[in-house]
């Protein structure tokens, strides 16, 4: 296996002081398996500020684990952006997660200065040069409220020529979409790694809901077995686990340049799919 692969674990911010324990405590955990780092999730339109900083600072801090801010552009004005990157460079981190972001219903349109991911990779550059290694999120089956999927490739490719060094993906649960999506993107020139974000399966409708909601879709074999397992949470995780295994194998062994696992706080399943590849700790 590539020494080059890199596996990192994301978090929430939690609204309160118990949760946020929990959390550190969950981080404490993962950290024993050595990731290359940890990211922590930002409000669209500044909600999390102070608690995504927060958060990211103490596990880059005190857990020493590389730690990653997500930064999204809606909402927030040029200057609070220009004063989150100058707390984040000068608190000595080095990588972001640069978004758009989605506004929560009920804080209206769009207010930022800036429109478009793109234009958030172009700025965190023109602000701080080459300080931070910038991800993006890539979406192989296609963003949303993408036109069709050229526009949204091209799209992609524009926060690659902007500056972004590598790529995080929204989940999917078949790996032949991000097969496909990388070797568009690279026809187009696009060479900057594109990691598989993998969402370990733990409850079927709340993954139902918001797969709906970020357009990821469940195939039918799947849906249809999760279903059939009801209320019984034991097997939902077990074949879970085993599903996201195997996608997690024929990725990898397909070439993809390592693993970002959304933990929602949790670490037993993601570390379980971690142990099932048997990945380096
Ligand atoms: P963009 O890349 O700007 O794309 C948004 C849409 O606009 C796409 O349909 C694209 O095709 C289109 N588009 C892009 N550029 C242009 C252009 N110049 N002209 C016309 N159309 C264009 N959300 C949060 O609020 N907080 C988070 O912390 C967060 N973390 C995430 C982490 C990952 C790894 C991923 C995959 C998603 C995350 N999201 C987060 C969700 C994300 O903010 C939403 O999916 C959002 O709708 C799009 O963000 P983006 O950065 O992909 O946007």
Redesign the pocket.
């Known amino acids: 296996m590539s020494q080059e692969r890199r596996y990192s674990f994301e978090f929430f911010p939690t609204k309160t002081e118990a949760g946020h324990e929990k959390l550190m405590n969950v981080a404490r955990q993962l950290a024993t398996y050595n990731p290359d780092f940890f990211s922590c999730?930002?409000?669209?339109g500044g909600s999390t500020r102070d608690r995504t900083l927060n958060t990211v600072l103490q596990l880059d801090g005190e857990i020493k684990v590389p730690a990653a801010p997500?930064l999204?552009c809606v909402g927030d004005s040029k200057a609070e952006l220009r004063d989150l990157l100058n707390l984040y460079k000068d608190a000595g981190i080095k990588r972001i997660?640069a978004?758009?972001?989605?506004l929560p219903s009920g804080m209206g349109m769009a207010s930022g200065e800036l429109r478009?991911?793109?234009e958030l990779v172009s700025f965190i550059r023109e602000e701080t040069g080459d300080h931070f290694h910038i991800e993006?999120?890539?979406?192989p089956e296609m963003?949303p409220?993408?036109r069709n999927f050229e526009?949204?490739i091209a799209?992609f490719a524009?926060?690659a020529k902007a500056g972004a060094d590598s790529a995080?993906?929204?989940y999917f649960f078949n790996a032949d979409c991000y097969f496909y999506f990388v070797e568009r993107v690279r026809k187009l020139g696009i060479e900057i790694p594109i990691v598989p974000?993998i969402m370990p399966i733990t409850n079927y409708s709340k993954l139902a809901r918001f797969s709906d909601a970020?357009g990821a879709e469940i195939p039918r074999w799947v849906r249809k077995q999760l279903e059939a397992y009801g209320d019984d949470t034991d097997s939902i995780q077990a074949y879970g686990e085993q599903v996201i295994t195997e996608m997690c194998e024929r990725l990898l062994q397909g070439g993809a340049p390592g693993l970002h696992f959304y933990s929602m706080n949790q670490a037993e399943p993601s570390l379980a799919i971690w142990n099932n590849l048997k990945l380096p700790r």
Not at 41 to 44: D, I, V
Not at 136 to 139: C, G
């Open positions: 999730t930002y409000g669209a997500h999204s997660v978004l758009r972001g989605d478009y991911a793109n993006v999120a890539a979406y963003h409220q993408a526009d949204d799209n524009r926060k995080i993906t929204q974000g970020c």
